[in-house]
């Protein structure tokens, strides 16, 4: 079974409106950490906003905040007030076990959001 | 200040040759990862270096890859006869290790073509 699913391969959003781009992940780990990467197309990957699974509050970092639904495991990022410059691919990606023990990230297939003027 | 720097940033090869990627990460970075991206799909891990030991080498997909780190800064990944299918950016990230989230800082990668 695929650890990060990202259902949505591509999606269009008038600008000034928000978007929701979906993540579900699957671990049988009590504690893990969910991250979501911008890649633009200069490659670079740029970390966005993090949600730790002992988390109670859903993150928030400006125009991001992360809809956290531990139950149905799924961490869906959420994009207000969208800009030209949210155009890009976006990766859910996720670290199984506690902060500072297994380091890797694993990542889901990305959706492409391109955001119409 | 300087982010993580990868060169070269295109490297075409022929089948069978010998290869080597560097990543210079963020200066005082103890934590440094390598990941492999194909073309659409996301980055997949390959290894992760605590100073100069490899902590975690479970995504090296075989005997071929091999990455050192000698000095806990520097590290080179290198792949020995090349196939086609490694074709793909290779992408470096280095982290702090000292605060939680463990960010992890990316490179812009080495986009590796094996004709």
């Known amino acids: 079974a695929q650890k990060i699913t990202q259902t949505q391969p591509g999606m269009f959003v008038q600008e000034k409106e928000a978007v929701t781009l979906d993540c579900t992940y699957d671990t049988s780990d009590q504690s893990y950490g969910l991250f979501w990467y911008k890649q633009p197309s200069s490659g670079e990957m740029i970390f966005l906003i993090y949600?730790?699974?002992?988390?109670?509050q859903n993150a928030t970092e400006g125009r991001y905040s992360l809809n956290f639904q531990k139950a149905r495991k799924s961490a869906n990022l959420v994009i207000s007030a969208s800009q030209l410059g949210d155009s890009a691919m976006y990766f859910c990606?996720?670290?199984?076990?506690?902060?500072?023990?297994?380091?890797?990230?694993?990542f889901g297939t990305g959706t492409r959001l391109t955001i119409i003027p | 200040g300087a982010g993580v720097s990868q060169t070269p940033s295109n490297k075409v090869t022929e089948k069978g040759k010998y290869v080597e990627l560097r990543c210079d990460p963020i200066s005082g970075h103890t934590a440094l990862y390598w990941y492999r991206q194909s073309l659409g799909q996301g980055p997949e891990f390959l290894i992760y270096f605590q100073g100069t030991g490899a902590a975690d080498d479970s995504g090296l997909p075989n005997d071929r890859f091999f990455a050192v780190r000698p000095e806990g800064s520097v590290s080179t990944l290198k792949i020995q006869r090349t196939e086609r299918g490694d074709s793909a950016v290779y992408l470096c990230?280095?982290?702090?290790?000292?605060?939680?989230?463990?960010?992890?800082?990316f490179g812009p990668g080495t986009r590796l073509t094996v004709l």
């Open positions: 990606a996720m670290r199984e076990g506690p902060n500072f023990g297994n380091e890797k990230l694993t």
């Open positions: 949600q730790g699974s002992y988390d109670e």
């Open positions: 990230a280095s982290s702090l290790r000292d605060r939680d989230p463990n960010e992890q800082f």
